[in-house]
């Protein structure tokens, strides 16, 4: 395994792990550990698969350069363009929308456990997106750095995190059945999010000049380190947070949980003073990677669709249009970090699994296209378009 097959599989893993680690255990708590193991090794096989599809579909087109909206106009023209740039925004702003809960919410906590100082909820958005819009104003490099100084970080405290949490596991817990099997569903969109890392494909096709096989062992090896991640976090999480109680998983599922709800739980219920700093920054450093990441997608995407330049006072404008949306739609229609994850894993389901599946069909069969092929023959191919289709039924009719 060479040095630039591990940048792509840290890539993978950064682009996966971010802000939603926070909100599954009480998404899949009721599941149960057994059953939620289920749903994740479920959910990365999709995934991975997705993934795989997309990089086919890449590998089709001439320029290493193209991204979704370009292959979207090559299978299906112009006006499906505009409408998956559309759904595109929607998810990167309900992306937005859990960051600024989560970071908001973090800076509150943070503010009246040092300095006493008590803010309300649209004062730390407003400081949180002041922090990051800085970064993203100044452009890619700032970003960069700032954002491998706090990828540090994540790992170093996750990796704490669970030095602390795991001896403390409670095998009693993880033994327990599922509570409703009715709700099992229903953590899979969030799952899916979990796994969005096909979202740069095109990036690391890019990356590793078009070299299929090694991009086809970077997706798998980094989709295996994501799964495993998060295993040990549901692990550590489930062992010892019980489903009942004023603390338990039950009640930050049917509450709005801001994203602090799990973090908080678990620092009650293990009574470590370190936990509670360590958590803290583990939280602050994955709502921060996650947001920069966004922020950066929704800027350009935005400047690219709205033919406007990224610096000056059109700099300024696309700022307003990326930060001050997701202001308003929390004001206006309050909901729990959960929910909105979810909701953006069914907009992932179509733009990640169902549309790159349409577009395996017609490259296939009707176009004949030649190159790089996932294996499975188009019964594995109708598998996959079924699954995410169906994950989008999910929530919808939740």
């Known amino acids: 395994m060479n040095s630039k097959m591990i940048g792509g599989i840290l890539l993978i893993c950064g682009t996966s792990v971010g802000t939603g680690i926070l909100g599954i255990p009480s998404d899949t708590g009721e599941a149960g550990f ?13 995934s991975t698969l997705a993934a795989l599809y997309y990089l086919e579909i890449h590998l089709w087109q001439k320029s290493a350069s193209a991204n979704l909206l370009s292959i979207t106009q090559f299978f299906f023209g112009a006006k499906i363009k505009k409408l998956v740039w559309i759904v595109y925004l929607a998810l990167l702003y309900s992306l937005m929308c859990t960051y600024l809960l989560a970071g908001s919410s973090w800076i509150l906590q943070s503010a009246s456990y040092l300095w006493q100082i ?44 669970l030095c602390i949490t795991l001896p403390t596991v409670d095998g009693a817990l993880l033994a327990q059945p599922a509570q409703n099997i009715l709700q099992i569903p229903h953590a899979i969109p969030l799952l899916i999010t979990a796994f969005g890392y096909s979202i740069i ?6 990356y590793f000049d078009r070299n299929s096989q090694e991009l086809q062992k970077t997706i798998l090896w980094g ?6 991640i998060y295993i040990l976090w549901e692990t550590a999480t489930l062992g010892n947070i019980p489903l009942h109680g004023t603390h338990g ?24 003073p370190y936990l509670t700093q360590i958590l803290t920054l583990f939280a602050l450093f994955a709502v921060i990677t996650s947001f920069l990441g966004v922020s950066m997608a929704l800027y350009h995407t935005l400047s690219d669709g709205l033919d406007l330049e990224v610096g000056g006072l059109s ?61 499975g023959g188009y019964l594995l191919a109708g598998l996959v378009l079924l699954f995410f289709f169906g994950v989008m039924l999910a929530e919808l009719f939740k």
């Open 118 to 161: 008590n803010l309300n909820q649209t004062v730390g958005m407003l400081a949180f997106i002041g922090l990051i819009g800085l970064f993203i104003f100044f452009g890619i490099r700032v970003v960069d750095h700032v954002n491998r100084a706090m990828s540090i970080g994540l790992a170093l405290s996750y990796i704490l995190i």
């Open 34 to 46: 057994a059953w939620s193991l289920g749903l994740f090794f479920l959910c990365w096989a999709f």
């Open 315 to 375: 700099g300024a404008l696309l700022l307003c249009l990326t930060y001050f949306p997701p202001i308003i739609f929390l004001k206006i229609i309050p909901t729990g970090f959960n929910q909105i994850l979810s909701w953006a894993g069914m907009l992932l389901a179509f733009l990640m699994g169902v549309l790159p599946m349409l577009m395996i069909f017609k490259g296939r069969h009707r176009l004949h296209l030649k190159g790089y092929r996932v294996p």
């Open 223 to 228: 989709s295996i380190v994501t799964l495993i």
């Open 201 to 206: 494909v095109p990036s690391l096709s890019t």
């Open 249 to 272: 998983l039950r009640a930050i599922a049917h509450s709005l949980d801001n994203g602090t709800g799990v973090a908080n739980a678990l620092i009650y219920i293990t009574n470590n």
